[in-house]
């Protein structure tokens, strides 16, 4: 929250609530953030190939007595919560534009294209800038 205060430039003496502050700034809260970015990793893992290891690993089961109490919560069963909440399926992640669309992420690729600029240091970069054409 330091870095948001920073960039609206407020202070913790001007008692302008973090909410506020995410809202004209146009950022998303921390919790939405966690969520998308395990369901975006989940579809990344759900695309791998069945003998890939990272593929395995979400599906490993730990053999053995579980010890006494509530079972830990895994990722698995998180992200899985998390789909439920989006309404989202396995099958969508194999189409990779189609889930990104789904949990918010949205691809404008085709829509941009990108430029040499320079920074006015000497030295050139990129830039991306939206393409008027279509």
Same mark, same amino acid.
């Given at each position: 929250? %330091? ?20 809202? %004209? ?5 921390? *919790? ?5 970015? %395990?369901?975006?990793? =989940? ?7 069945? =003998? ?7 599906? =490993? ?36 534009? %189609?889930?990104?669309?789904? *949990?918010? *992420? ?29």
């Amino acid at each position: 929250m %330091r870095m948001v205060r920073w960039m609206s430039g407020m202070k913790l003496q001007d008692r302008v609530p973090s909410k506020e502050l995410r809202a %004209r700034l146009g950022l998303d809260d921390m *919790i939405s953030i966690l969520h998308q970015n %395990r369901v975006q990793w =989940y579809g990344h893992v759900l695309r791998k190939e069945d =003998y890939d290891w990272m593929k395995k690993c979400m599906v =490993y089961e730990v053999k053995g007595a579980r010890p006494r109490g509530r079972p830990k919560k895994t990722w698995r069963k998180i992200v899985e919560k998390d789909c439920n909440a989006r309404a989202l399926n396995r099958e969508a992640a194999v189409d990779r534009s %189609r889930w990104r669309r789904q *949990i918010g *992420i949205f691809d404008d690729h085709d829509e941009c294209e990108w430029v040499n600029v320079s920074s006015g240091t000497g030295s050139p970069g990129l830039s991306r800038t939206k393409s008027t054409e279509r």
